[in-house]
């Protein structure tokens, strides 16, 4: 289940502040931060986003 246009508009990375941008795979979809350094993905779990630092997969 995509998420809607309008409320990734309004999210943001919880560590930079910087616009996130989804990327949603069949298995593991998930909310990438576009900041240059900062890069963490957040996972999405039936269909909310988990925007926690702690939860977030570091960049490889």
């Keep these: 289940m995509p998420l809607e246009a309008g409320l ?14 989804d990327r949603t795979a069949a298995d593991s979809p998930e909310l990438v ?5 900062c890069g963490l993905a957040y996972p999405v779990r039936d269909g909310i986003p988990v925007l926690l630092v702690d939860e977030a997969r570091r960049p490889a």
């Excluded at 931060?33 to 350094?37: E, F, H, K, L, S």
């Design 8 to 21: 990734l508009e309004i999210l943001a990375c919880p560590a930079c502040h910087s616009p996130l941008d």
């Design 33 to 37: 931060c576009t900041g240059a350094d």
